[in-house]
């Protein structure tokens, strides 16, 4: 059974800092685009960063860059995402995704992990 199980979420204050993991098992990510993703209450799911295979390109959602940065450890299946300067605004349920297809969609899913950050 193939899994992304996301961890690092919590309750933060504006300004802090948290870093999300997602380790995945049942298969190897190494050849795939991992993401991000996030959805806020009333939200729809928008989407946050994502990394290619080899990590050499990353592309982010222009409200959070410079504060936010993804990266990956293949060696552990792993993607991670770096927050900082983090403001009420990013609370939401973050979702790892993995392995994106041509069409932009996205075959495994974790089961999210809540932010939330108090004013």
């Known amino acids: 059974q193939v899994q992304l199980v996301e961890s690092g979420g919590g309750l933060v204050q504006a300004g802090g800092s948290l870093r999300l993991s997602c380790v995945g098992s049942g298969r190897t990510f190494s050849t795939c685009t991992m993401g991000w993703f996030r959805q806020a209450p009333g939200k729809e799911r928008e989407f946050v960063a994502t990394v290619s295979p080899n990590g050499g390109t990353k592309y982010y959602a222009d409200s959070v860059k410079g504060r936010f940065s993804i990266s990956r450890d293949d060696v552990q299946n792993s993607v991670y995402l770096q927050m900082n300067g983090l403001s009420p605004e990013d609370t939401a349920v973050y979702y790892c995704?993995?392995?994106?297809?041509?069409?932009?969609?996205?075959?495994?899913w974790g089961q999210g992990t809540q932010v939330t950050v108090s004013s």
């Open positions: 995704a993995g392995c994106k297809s041509a069409t932009d969609n996205y075959t495994f």
